[in-house]
């Protein structure tokens, strides 16, 4: 089944820096991968669609400038979180789905950002 | 934009009993629908999907069904194990585009 692989698992960081999350997919291509966030006990909330070679589309009320997105190939999407500070600290997972429409969502392991 | 309600947030069943989740949305245009397990911490995997054409899909212990027309489906989980513990989200997309939205989840407990 397809593999989307999410790096690192865990990070932990100070306030002001900044953290950058990969997420790939490992045997197929994806032209569209999703980032989401998710609170402890709560649903995923779709943050932004990562589109390659284009730039992403943000869901309303999320910061483009404090959350980069970069779409360099069609295997490899980061998020980067600029400046973070503690409520930053979520558990962010992306997703990819083989084909542009109506296709299963694979999803990454998730990363768990901690800022101090 | 669509909105996709889930059912109930927390469920608590008997080893061997039934489970099921109701969801419902609001936009005619979704012809989507998938599930997935989330455990603690891990990434939600996808158990079962059905797309609009059809009305119900069985894999082994789990299925889903489809009402259109009022504009619900539901997990049904038999025989429950206590590996089924897990939340559910279930989620809907709509015709021609990509971007799922999720329900708010349900946290399954299976007791022993």
């Known amino acids: 089944g397809a593999v989307v692989s999410q790096h690192p698992s865990r990070v932990i960081c100070k306030s002001g820096t900044s953290v950058k999350i990969e997420c790939r997919s490992l045997?197929?291509?994806?032209?569209?991968m999703f980032w989401y966030r998710q609170f402890p006990k709560k649903s995923l909330m779709l943050m932004a669609t990562?589109?390659?070679?284009?730039?992403?589309?943000?869901e309303q009320g999320v910061e483009k400038d404090k959350f980069l997105i970069n779409h360099a190939s069609l295997t490899l999407s980061t998020l980067t979180v600029t400046s973070a500070h503690p409520e930053d600290s979520s558990f962010y997972i992306c997703?990819?789905?083989?084909?542009?429409?109506?296709?299963?969502?694979?999803f990454g392991n998730g990363t768990r950002l901690t800022v101090t | 934009g669509e909105n996709v309600e889930q059912h109930p947030s927390t469920l608590s069943v008997q080893e061997g009993d039934s489970a099921v989740i109701k969801c419902t949305y609001s936009?005619?245009?979704?012809?989507?629908f998938p599930w997935y397990k989330q455990e603690l911490g891990k990434r939600p995997q996808l158990i079962i999907d059905?797309?609009?054409?059809?009305g119900e899909k069985k894999d082994q212990r789990i299925a889903v069904t489809l009402n259109k027309t009022a504009k619900h489906f539901s997990l049904h989980i038999t025989e429950t194990q206590p590996e089924d513990s897990a939340v559910y989200f279930c989620?809907?997309?709509?015709?021609?585009?990509?971007?799922?939205?999720f329900g708010t989840g349900t946290q399954l407990k299976v007791e022993l």
């Open positions: 997703s990819a789905s083989r084909d542009s429409y109506n296709s299963p969502l694979h």
């Open positions: 045997d197929f291509q994806a032209t569209t």
């Open positions: 936009d005619s245009a979704s012809n989507y």
């Open positions: 059905i797309r609009s054409n059809v």
């Open positions: 989620a809907a997309l709509k015709g021609g585009g990509n971007k799922l939205t």
């Open positions: 990562s589109n390659e070679g284009s730039k992403a589309t943000y």
